[in-house]
């Protein structure tokens, strides 16, 4: 798959989401067409956005609007892919270096413009609490009140469209919900690591944590460039 898969994709769920009667939500693609042409193709999913403001696709300029405001998720996310694409590149890093970061929006513009930002839930939520229970309306196969089959199949037609070497999902409550979209395929246990034919899946903390720390940063990206370059040499 790739681009063009990608928009007819987005183009049904689009349609979808707008019969069940949503009104704003999120559209997921590349930041920019580099990422086709990235070596290793990296996505980056969280939870749900809170800006009830934006809607459509989510474009640079809004993921920079959303890093200039100091969103703790918005800032950890970028800084951690930073690191992770250092590592990829071979290139070693200290805390110190990514606390350096914290403060040069440029860079992390420059690293995350080639990769895909996105989260399982494409509309907001109103308040800064997760809301686990409408993550799962969205998408979870558990979720018998509620018809998701729909989204649950686009999710997986974007997923297989984007073709990641490298898919994050952040959170508890993401992991479980990728184990159980996937539980015929893999078994994803969170903080952990699993293989969806070619694509790395990494569950990790959630970026707004108080687990996801410099030093957790840094040993995490270390730990998924070793093992996704490692796996590629077999």
């Known amino acids: 798959m790739g681009r063009k898969e990608l928009n007819t994709i987005n183009d049904i769920w689009t349609e979808e989401m707008e019969n069940d009667g949503y009104h704003q939500?999120?559209?997921y693609e590349p930041f920019s067409e580099d990422y086709w042409k990235q070596d290793v193709k990296?996505?980056?999913c969280n939870l749900e956005t809170y800006d009830e403001s934006v809607t459509g696709i989510l474009d640079i300029d809004i993921f920079k609007k959303w890093l200039k405001s100091g969103s703790r998720t918005i800032k950890n996310s970028s800084i951690f892919i930073v690191?992770?694409?250092?590592?990829?590149?071979?290139?070693?890093?200290?805390?110190?270096?990514l606390k350096d970061l914290y403060h040069d929006d440029e860079m992390l513009l420059e690293f995350i413009?080639?990769?895909?930002?996105?989260?399982?839930r494409k509309d907001a939520n109103s308040t800064s609490k997760e809301d686990t229970q409408a993550i799962h309306e969205f998408l979870d196969p558990n979720f018998t009140h509620k018809n998701n089959s729909h989204n649950i199949r686009n999710f997986k037609e974007l997923f297989e469209a984007l073709e990641a070497d490298i898919f994050i999902i952040s959170g508890e409550t993401g992991a479980d919900i990728?184990?159980?979209?996937?539980?015929?395929?893999i078994d994803?246990?969170?903080?952990?690591?699993?293989?969806?034919?070619?694509?790395?899946?990494?569950?990790?903390?959630?970026?707004?944590s108080q687990k996801?720390?410099?030093?957790?940063?840094?040993?995490?990206?270390?730990e998924i460039a070793s093992k996704y370059l490692e796996h590629k040499k077999l």
């Open 25 to 27: 939500f999120m559209i």
């Open 42 to 44: 990296i996505v980056l």
């Open 83 to 97: 690191a992770l694409q250092k590592y990829l590149s071979n290139k070693s890093l200290t805390e110190e270096d």
């Open 113 to 120: 413009n080639n990769i895909v930002y996105m989260n399982l």
């Open 178 to 185: 990728i184990h159980k979209i996937y539980k015929d395929e």
């Open 188 to 208: 994803l246990v969170y903080d952990n690591f699993a293989y969806l034919n070619n694509t790395l899946i990494v569950s990790c903390a959630h970026p707004a």
């Open 212 to 222: 996801f720390n410099y030093n957790y940063m840094n040993e995490k990206a270390k």
